[in-house]
């Protein structure tokens, strides 16, 4: 940030831009009320609950207005989106519903506010509920419900819930073959937080743990490898569907709901969806239990639940607070039961009598159940240790990987991703400074005598006029350039050579040389990611160019209905890629290709080729057209075969076109992003991800910016070398002509 | 044989599409078994669901303020220096040639992260110039390129006898050269619109919320919300598929081109 400019033009670029967005003012500007802004769920029985509450919460409080705003309901992206938000300093929403596993981050980096001189009644909930809102000893969050994992099963396929995973296995293989159902067990195995949460279960049943009482990562032990080797088996004896390896919790629900599995794992709130006889064909047939043990561990779910927090930077703290003691008082907790089946978090009301007629187990149980739960690490870089996790067991259950090499290589990237965040940051001294200077010096230079034999190469009789002129013309163009392209490059360099970690602003910006670039070459993740883009734009290019050059052929000889013809193909390459890449996704949906770490590059390579081959086409027809006919005629007088013309006549006439299209296609090859992110997100585990999803995930999902930097400008030097040598390719195409 | 190959090229280029058109038509039931092709009862049901229960008018306004205010500004500037790039001699004219070419191919996440941290300092963040400058970085170099091209290919002799007669240099530009240019123009215009209508990265990047995000950022999150709505995403992807598939259909000769006027040289 140092460096951006002078203050003078940063306040008034900011005044600028208050102007153009309009925002700011109706807080103050006359209005008495005082206008609230809360993130949270919208949607569901959970959006309507919630906007029911606020009703009532205003007209308890005429003066104060609230509006909730819209987020993703997914929780990873929720998450990237509200550390955006704080991370940008935004002042709203002022109060923020969380996922438990967040409070720390937040809390850690300064972006939410310590509720202690609320005077919050710390014996009104469930001791883990708190200990995960804690901070260094201050509550930043207070717990709005609770959620544990639970066992689904259903009561007209089997006659008990099962006492032992391996009789859960058991059961649900016989059942499945008895009664024709297609899944034994669905669960939520896509590569994401849910994950998690399904491992956590069946780790602890099996008495493993991810991180011992003192925060050490032991996710490697004995009894991991075997709960990580339960779960694979699982998947692969077919009990568990591949398909999910991509689901989330709504498509394990669907899948219940529609009567396809005897048993699954999910949250509370799929209770009441599942008893809608309406929409549901289980309703009335299914029952839940407590998650069962396997031999040497304990019956247990993952304690998950949401929170409310304030943004440090509200304006408004303290009706934040009315808001957040409204909503988490027994009342709306009781009310939020009944309707969305979420779980209060105070225990008290479980032995109150209150709950008893409103959840679907005796009130008892699930008390014991929620004692019983277990928490996930309390730590700021959870979202990052769990992302390491995630890929690993993702890996090892989509068969690229054996359980206990996946957990090996999860807890080093674990213990080194912990050691990164509490160890003192490296700082480079000052010879590896003076190193870089130098070295920056130098490439300034280089770059200076180029432009200045470029500068020199002066036109034939220039007049003074068309210097001026052209110059005048040029300026705004040149300008905008520099500023948003030439000198952002030269910022992200720079930034690569630095520790700079937005989730921890007390950290700084320390100076670290290339130890980023030496922990990517350190790394087998970004081996691969560096594999997959060349893989992706070596198959995708030769397929293009072959079956462009096909395609342009077919079209040269078309003569009705070009125009017609030429509408259509511009078609795929004029769609956004962000749909083209939902259609190949749908449509291999329900095959499990998109899961299959070989497999998933066929919807990824299918979809590139559909959308720019005929783009490739279009312009290999244009050379086409440059050939002279006559060619062709002497040709076939001196009796060459169809063959013959083309190898002998238009491949040699096309080349340039061919070296353009080259050029095109690939540099737009090994910065694929958008396809990718869309139709596997990288999967399964990282098996398709490319270096920009990588350098995007690393920038804005774990705000790491010099790491992310640093795989920035290896995807940058990756298409400058390429252009450089197709640059000199280009030049010597046009030497032969 | 020619013609059984044009057919199945056009089968292939046209299924997928006929076929995403469908599935916003059908029930849910029905899209349950996407392997189902032959089309049932219709319905719009999905289309009616994305804009009265999801908002998605918002995000096709910030798609259209973006794309058509970059495009605006970008055809301004950029043909200004194309004139100059194509028509006058000047020092270092091959090195502004040169960079825009270089610009033009960088890689957009390579500028996320200073371009990031740059709007946040100025407060730019989700906001329409917190898109409109990132999209500066790839819609200026194309534009350049493309109008340059197309103005070495108008013939000088008319500018040459006015500026022989007299007339100042952007006079010429303004009254002779422009109107003639105009189709260059439209087609770089439309080019350009194109292009910043499909970008996700950026957007992606410097929107943190719905309020500003475009048509590809709240297509692609779409997704993974709530229960992954087939139906209403396929209604979205036709929906953000129109202005470009009109686009095409309007300027297809102009287009093609353009893209290879653009490439060739």
Known sequence: MRGAGGGGWRVAAAAAAALAIGCGGDDHAGARRVRLRLSGSAVGAEGAVLATQLRRFEALHPDLAVEVVPSPDAADQRHQMYVQWLNAGAETPDVLQLDVIWTAELAAAGWILALDRFGVDAGAYFPAVLAANRWQGHLYAAPLFVDAGMLYYRTDLVDHAPASLDELVAMARQAKAAHRIRHGLVVQAARYEGLVTVFLEILTAHGGAIADGDGRVVVDSEPAARALGFLRDAVQGGVVPTLALGWQEEDARLAFQNGDAVFMRNWPYAYPLLQDANKSKVAGRFAVAPMPAAAGGRPAAALGGAQLAINARSRHPDAAWQLIAFLTAPEQQLERARVAGEYPPSPALYRSGALDRILPVPPADALRVIERAVPRPVTPIYAELSTALQIQLHRALSGQVAPGPALATAADDMRRIAADATGPAPVAGTGERAAFALVALAAVAIAATRAARGWRRRPASTLPSEERHGWLLVAPAVAVVAAIAVFPLAWTAWESLHAHDLRMPARGRPFVGVAEYAALAASARFWAALAHTLLFAIATVTLELGLGLGLALLLHRVGRGRGAVRALTLLPWAIPTVVAALIWRFLFADTGWLVDPIRAWGPLILADVWKTTPFAALLLLAGLQGIDETLYDAARTDGASAWQQLVHVTLPLLKPALLVVLVFRTLDAV??????????????????????????????????FGRGSALSMVVFALAFGLALVYVRLLRGAGDER | ?????????????????????????????RLARPTAFVPGALTAEHYRALFAERDFWTPIRNSLVVAATTTALCVTIGALAAYALARLRF??????????LAVGMFPQVALVSPLFLLLRALGLLNTYPGLVLPYFTFALPVTVWLLVSYFRQLPPDVEEAALVDGASRLRVL???????????????????????????????????????????????????????????????????????????????RRIVAGLTAGSIR
């Open chain 2, 1 to 29: 044989m020619k013609r059984a190959g044009a057919t199945l090229v056009v089968a292939a280029i046209a299924l997928p599409l006929v076929w995403a058109l469908l599935s916003s038509l059908s029930p849910e039931a």
């Open chain 1, 671 to 704: 910065r694929v992003f958008d396809l990718v992110f869309v139709a596997t997100g990288g999967g399964p585990g990282t098996a398709t991800e490319p270096i920009s999803l990588y350098a995007f995930t690393t920038l804005l999902g774990d705000l790491r």
């Open chain 2, 174 to 252: 303004r009254e002779i050269v422009l109107p003639m240019a105009m189709p260059g123009v439209a087609t770089s215009a439309v080019l350009t619109f194109i292009y910043c209508w499909n970008e996700l990265l950026l957007a992606l990047s410097f929107t943190t919320g719905p309020e500003r995000a475009t048509v590809p950022v709240a297509v692609a999150l779409f997704r993974s919300e709530h229960q992954v709505p087939w139906g209403q995403i396929f209604a979205a992807t036709v929906v953000s598929t129109v202005p470009v598939v009109a686009l095409v259909l309007a300027f297809q």
């Open chain 2, 91 to 100: 020092r270092g004219r091959d090195l502004v040639l040169g960079a825009m």
